[in-house]
């Protein structure tokens, strides 16, 4: 989409993608299309008992992820939960979460973010996945926090492997 006012469709495999270490993001919509309303990310499916990020919070943007297919593992603060197919699960801002596939099935979601803005994050994530100093001052430029050091004891606690396992 490019801003554009009129009725659109967005078809499977429309729109800039790209995979990391068994976690996907597909850009369906975004900020620009919305006047920055709210942005729209396809997670492609991730793999099972896979930790899909480290204990994070977002100072700026709500995230609304809808589960398409299989089950989502999410800590929410202090609360586990599990969301299958058909479920929203709300992460509002300045809530520490992360989520994982927990079961041996494929996981689609799609994460709506509002305001947008942070859809631009996983697109420049591209470029310094690897490099920590550097993915430290990209989350800060987005008001994210991320803690690392959860890593560990997040897959030792629900029995995942780290992304980059």
Same mark, same amino acid.
């Given at each position: ?41 396809? !997670? ?11 204990? !994070? ?39 520490? !979460? ?9 996981? !689609? ?57």
């Amino acid at each position: 989409m490019s801003g554009d006012k009129r009725p659109t469709v967005i078809k499977p495999g429309d729109g800039e993608a790209f995979e990391q270490e068994g976690f996907g993001f597909d850009w369906k919509i975004d900020g620009a299309d919305t006047e920055d309303r709210f942005a729209v990310v396809h !997670h492609t499916p991730f793999d099972p008992g896979v930790l899909a990020a480290p204990l !994070h919070r977002h100072s700026r943007e709500d995230e609304y992820t809808y589960i398409i297919e299989g089950t989502m593992g999410a800590l929410l603060g202090d609360e586990v939960v599990e969301a299958d197919a058909g479920s929203w699960v709300f992460k509002p801002r300045d809530q520490w !979460h992360t989520f994982w596939n927990p079961v041996e099935t494929p996981c !689609h979601v799609i994460e709506v973010i509002s305001p947008a803005g942070f859809e631009d994050f996983f697109r420049e994530l591209r470029g310094v996945i690897d490099d920590p100093d550097q993915m430290v001052r990209l989350s800060e430029r987005y008001g994210l926090e991320m803690d690392f050091e959860s890593i560990p004891e997040l897959c030792e606690r629900f029995d995942l492997v780290s992304p980059d396992a």
